[in-house]
């Protein structure tokens, strides 16, 4: 519906993007880009990555809708949609745990250094995420 509108009158086109898919981009950009200097996040373009996952949220739920189909999405659609978006997501850009993240997480901070015991990478914990992490 938006399309079709948008070829005769291109500035509702833009006012659509501006306010739903450009606004929401922002504020998802600035969240990503706070856990990306945590380090929570390994993101090289956080705008491109809020783009990426938005979308990867609407391709099935919002998409058939402006081109017309009138058939609302279930929750269980929706469900399905955003996990799978989220675990692609994080599949990317999750931060790379390192060996020594949980030994140094785990161990009393008064522990010298000389015995910490060292953790290789097939101790660490695997992320609910992703198993192989």
């Given amino acids: ?3 079709g509108v948008a070829e005769k ?3 509702i086109g833009r006012a659509y993007v501006q306010a739903g898919q450009e606004a ?3 504020r ?3 969240w990503l880009s706070i856990k990306d200097a945590r380090g ?6 956080v705008e ?3 783009w990426q996952f938005m979308i990867g949220c609407h391709a099935m739920l919002v998409m058939p809708m402006i081109f017309g189909d009138e058939t609302q999405p279930d929750a269980a659609s929706i469900e399905r949609v955003v996990n799978h978006a989220v675990d692609s997501f994080l599949s990317a850009f999750a931060r790379r745990r390192r060996s020594t993240d949980v030994v140094e997480a785990t161990l009393p901070a008064e522990l010298p250094d000389a015995q ?5 990478a097939e101790a660490a914990p695997k992320s609910a995420a992703n ?3």
């Fill in 9 to 11: 009158l291109p500035e």
């Fill in 131 to 133: 198993p192989s992490r």
């Fill in 40 to 45: 929570e996040l390994a993101i090289n373009d």
């Fill in 116 to 120: 910490r015991p060292a953790v290789s």
């Fill in 48 to 50: 491109l990555a809020a």
């Fill in 28 to 30: 998802l950009t600035e």
């Fill in 24 to 26: 929401g981009v922002s």
């Fill in 1 to 3: 519906m938006v399309i």
